[in-house]
């Protein structure tokens, strides 16, 4: 059974940054893209980076251009979502995806989810 557990989220101030991370275990990862989402309670999830199978990165928001950057580590089966000069407009629950590819607008074939890391930028 494919499974993702992200960690990284905290509270941090405006200005800062954090990297959070994104495990998988039970599948195969080298084949899987890997998307980040974020949802603000109340709010509609939004799909913010994605990373392929081949390391090609898609962003899908523009705020977080220059400010975010997605990698993946193979050997550890992991991706990296480095949050930089955090805005507390960034606040949201954080999930991975593992999904066949990323899309020019959106995450295709979203086979396998986490649960979520709650990341709060303070002003």
Not at 26 to 53: H, K, M, T
Not at 91 to 100: F, I, L, P, R
Request: overall charge negative.
């Amino acid at each position: 059974e494919g499974q993702l557990v992200e960690s990284g989220g905290e509270l941090v101030q405006a200005g800062g940054s954090l990297r959070l991370s994104c495990a998988a275990s039970g599948f195969n990862f080298d084949d899987y893209a890997i998307g980040w989402f974020r949802q603000v309670p109340g709010q509609e999830r939004e799909a913010v980076l994605c990373i392929s199978d081949k390391a090609i990165s898609t962003y899908y928001v523009e705020s977080v251009k220059g400010r975010f950057t997605i990698s993946r580590d193979n050997v550890q089966n992991t991706v990296y979502l480095q949050m930089g000069n955090l805005k507390p407009e960034d606040t949201a629950v954080y999930t991975c995806v593992g999904a066949e590819w990323c899309g020019s607008s959106q995450i295709y074939g979203m086979d396998y989810w986490g649960k979520g890391t709650l990341v709060a930028v303070s002003s």
